[in-house]
């Protein structure tokens, strides 16, 4: 039981994410990442995946990195359930959420040298920040209380 209630709160906690996502870029007019279309690229690289230029290959591509971005985002709750990070009061809990979140996002974007953290802007970590809060708060009261 409790593995479908933590994958259910990492579903409402990626809702959560990208309803702050998408209310920053509305407000703030900034346009979206395409991190997940270049992670989605260099891992279909790697992987021989989706070969090609055409419409479904780049339909492929941009999909994965997408897919490895949710597949993160529902598993990482139970993830952390397992490691027995769940106990203790929901502030640290949602503290685990949202680190876990931030370093799920950006790993492996990191490691195929998509982005560096190092060279982030104050703004460029607050619009990173901020949608994961969002996740963690979110995935973690539903994981605690569910």
């Known amino acids: 039981m409790w593995l479908l ?12 994410m990208e309803i702050a996502s998408y209310a920053d870029m509305l407000v703030r007019g900034r346009p979206a990442s ?3 279309q270049e992670l989605g690229d260099a891992l279909a690289d790697l ?8 419409k479904a290959a780049k339909a492929r591509r941009s999909a994965l990195g997408s ?38 996002s950006s790993a492996l974007p990191t490691a195929f040298g998509i982005t560096d953290p190092r060279e982030w ?13 969002a996740y963690g708060l979110t995935a ?5 209380h569910g």
């Not at 209630?5 to 959560?16: C, E, K, S, Y």
């Not at 973690?140 to 605690?144: F, G, K, P």
Request: aromatic share 4%.
């Open 5 to 16: 209630r933590d994958i259910a709160a990492g579903a409402a906690g990626i809702v959560a």
């Open 34 to 36: 395409q991190q997940p």
């Open 47 to 54: 992987l021989e995946f989706a070969p090609g230029s055409s």
């Open 67 to 104: 897919l490895v971005g949710y597949v993160d985002g529902l598993a990482l709750p139970a993830a952390l359930t397992m490691l027995g990070m769940r106990r203790g009061p929901v502030a640290r809990h949602a503290a685990a959420l949202t680190a876990g979140a931030m370093v799920g």
């Open 121 to 133: 802007s104050r703004d460029d970590w607050l619009t990173d920040l901020v949608p994961h809060v």
């Open 140 to 144: 973690a009261l539903i994981s605690r």
